[in-house]
């Protein structure tokens, strides 16, 4: 048993019980009276005693009763409580996921509402009421009293309040934590938890005396790490525990959620338009089910918030759980809804009829927008000094334009700002001039062909080999998936070395390494192949015009990428990452909650908002001249861009039972704070008990 607020009890005891003896100490003083007998001189006699100021103290039951139920009650301003486990100067960290999963509306049960974020934040503060205060002669204000931080994090962590001992900072941190819409991930969480472990340094004779007798080992305040999540955190495996037994902290998993509980929620979506048809666009929506039968949905499609279309689907039930597994996988389906839509729309897709369904705990993820730009052909820049084959090809595709230029005229249009008419600039066996380490290609979309772009965006170039072929290729990649390249012999193969963490990958390889690959940065999305196809069989194959086709039609329509057409979705825990018109002034963001946010663009126009935190519509918006596709509205322009949840494993809200450590299996705790009781009021109910005994024994007038 422990107390909350023993320095309180301890000032009311220091005052209270000296007054309540001094009392019985105390004599009455008696006023004199004339008596008619000599009898009554005994009696006299004691009143003359009686006027001394004090008096000896004698045994008196109602003056033991009045202290037992003193006692009683400044125990009971103590606050004392049981079930404590906290070593002494403890410092617990408090990590408190606040992702998308944790909106979910089954945090208890008993509440209807409450949401699992709040149950979190509920247990967690009981947590904080339970830690030891300071001792009554601390100079510091913490002493030997437990200390607290707490991290909120989902895709991302932050501390928001660092270690204290003062209880109402922990409270209010703990509560000031709001929900997010992005997914969730412990590492950052983790690696902030780890920095507060207490480090022990010793020198080089302390370490060899320790060694021989680890009974002299100096004592450590005892860390406790006490997560509070529905445990869907998918890098969960990193965590592990510590074996240093001086500082390796403990690790307690508090559950809040159900793990019984059902959702159903919209995971993919993305809209593309006819590549020979523009005007013709398709909307592909993903749904999941975690309830063990099948579900009937309606799926409403709205443009520009009208709506367009109605359709019933059928999702599967999720599978059953199989040996070693806890929760089997969702159910999944899904719908495609066709349209001729010509103009730039904002198309919304939800599940109707699912508000406040018991079976459906996760709101968030029964509504997705997209930003669909209008209809328009692509057009291309082709950078060459001659290339029958290429340009023959490439002019044959349905495009809105398609220009020749030199090299020279390609420098010349990159200084004046002037790239900006082409969606995709095709680079054969030509590369952009660039400084030494820096990036030979500007923002934008790139096919290129017979060089190897160097890195710090593409990759290390081996020289020149002999001949070789094509030996594999990844056949589920948009680009290739409709083609085949067995038979591509090349005449001159080019090896190369993707570097670690380049974000670069290969598309098609040789005996010798990488022939086609793809670089994306964020900035820049490019195909580049690696040999001179004029070199290799490879133009006179229909795989060539096929790979083409494709080529531009994944690089300007974002056919098979997370959002489809363009590059206007975002995803919340991630960045809004955009190039606003060389120019562009007062630019500034504004996110669907919250106060709109100045932005400075960089020299380039980049501009950089997030962590996005929640879903909806964000808008960014500037003075000075447009972009294309960008929407006029009086002497500014706007640009909008689209964020949703759309992600399968926070939608999944089973909560889970068990952690799964690196090393280790953690069950979860579900104490719902039951471990902590409150020892007060029952204090206070025994206390008014000895009152009222001692009120019947003043009546009947009992002493001793």
């Not at 086609?516 to 490879?538: C, H, K, M, N, Y």
Request: proline fraction near 8%; charged fraction near 25%; charge should be negative.
């Amino acid at each position: 048993m422990t107390f909350t607020t023993p320095l309180l009890a301890a000032v009311v005891a220091a005052v209270a019980i000296p007054t309540l003896l001094i009392l019985y100490f105390l004599k009455l003083r008696r006023k004199p009276m004339e008596v008619s007998t000599t009898l009554l001189w005994k009696k006299a006699i004691m009143d003359i005693q009686a006027n001394a100021p004090f008096q000896k103290l004698r045994r008196n039951i109602l003056l033991i009763l009045q202290l037992i139920a003193l006692a009683v009650l400044i125990a009971a301003l103590a606050q004392p409580r049981t079930d404590r486990t906290a070593a002494l100067g403890e410092r617990v960290v408090i990590m408190l996921d606040r992702s998308a999963s944790m909106a979910a509306t089954d945090g208890d049960p008993g509440r209807d509402g409450l949401t699992r974020l709040e149950a979190a934040q509920r247990r967690a503060i009981e947590q904080v009421e339970a830690l030891r205060e300071p001792g009554l002669f601390s100079r510091t204000g913490a002493g030997t009293a437990d200390q607290a931080m707490v991290i909120a994090f989902d895709q991302s962590a932050e501390i928001i309040q660092p270690f204290t001992a003062d209880k109402r900072a922990l409270v209010d941190a703990i509560r000031s934590v709001r929900p997010t819409d992005a997914p969730t991930s412990i590492e950052e969480a983790y690696a902030l938890a780890r920095a507060q472990r207490p480090r022990l340094l010793l020198t080089e004779e302390q370490a060899d005396l320790l060694e021989d007798d680890p009974s002299v080992a100096p004592r450590m305040p005892t860390l406790v790490y006490h997560l509070f999540s529905d445990g869907r955190i998918p890098d969960a495996d990193i965590l592990m525990s510590e074996t240093d037994e001086l500082t390796a902290p403990e690790f307690v998993y508090h559950a809040v959620g159900d793990p019984g509980s059902h959702n159903i929620g919209i995971v993919a979506l993305r809209a593309e338009r006819a590549f020979d048809d523009p005007a013709r666009l398709s909307v592909f929506v993903g749904i999941e089910n975690t309830r063990p039968t099948e579900r009937r949905v309606d799926v409403e499609l709205l443009v520009e918030g009208t709506p367009a279309s109605v359709r019933a689907v059928t999702v599967p039930g999720a599978d059953p759980p199989s040996p070693g597994v806890t929760f089997g996988a969702p159910g999944a389906g899904g719908v495609v809804f066709e349209l001729r839509e010509p103009r730039g729309v904002e198309v919304r897709v939800r599940l109707a009829g699912l508000t406040g369904q018991p079976d459906n705990v996760l709101e968030s993820d029964d509504e997705g927008i997209l930003i669909v730009p209008p209809a328009r052909r692509s057009s291309l820049g082709l950078v060459t000094g001659g290339n029958l084959f290429l340009t023959e090809a490439l002019r044959g595709l349905p495009l809105g334009r398609f220009e020749t230029i030199s090299p020279q005229e390609y420098e010349s249009l990159r200084e004046q700002g002037g790239l900006g008419r082409f969606d995709v600039i095709v680079l054969d066996r030509y590369l952009p001039r660039a400084a030494e380490g820096e990036r030979v290609l500007d923002p934008g979309r790139y096919m290129s062909f017979g060089v190897v772009p160097p890195p710090p965006q593409g990759v290390e170039d081996l020289g020149e080999s002999g001949s070789g072929a094509i030996i594999d290729w990844r056949r589920n990649h948009p680009v290739l998936r409709s083609l085949t390249l067995d038979g591509v012999v090349l005449g001159r193969a080019r090896p190369a070395r993707i570097p670690d963490d380049s974000g670069v990958i290969s598309l098609a390889e040789t005996a010798e390494g990488p022939a086609i690959i793809e670089i994306s940065d964020g900035t820049v999305r490019a195909l580049s192949v690696l040999f001179d196809p004029g070199q290799s069989s490879w133009p006179f194959q229909v795989s060539f015009v096929v790979y083409l086709a494709s080529a531009v039609e994944y690089l300007t329509t974002g056919a098979g990428q997370a959002g489809g057409i363009g590059s206007r979705q975002i995803t919340p825990g991630g960045v809004l990452a955009d190039f606003v018109p060389q120019g562009a002034d007062r630019v500034r963001v504004v996110p669907p909650q919250g106060p709109a946010l100045d932005l400075e663009p960089g020299p380039d126009g980049r501009v950089v908002y997030g962590p996005i935190r929640h879903r909806g519509i964000y808008r960014l918006e500037w003075s000075g001249p447009p972009g294309e596709a960008d929407i006029a509205e009086g002497s500014r322009y706007t640009r909008f861009y689209a964020a949703n949840l759309l992600d399968g494993h926070e939608s999944d809200t089973r909560a889970a039972e068990e952690l799964g450590l690196s090393d280790r299996i953690v069950q979860a705790r579900r104490d719902e704070g039951r471990g902590l009781m409150e020892l007060w009021p029952w204090a206070v109910l025994l206390a008014l008990g000895i009152m009222m005994l001692e009120w019947w024994v003043y009546n009947r007038r009992v002493t001793l």
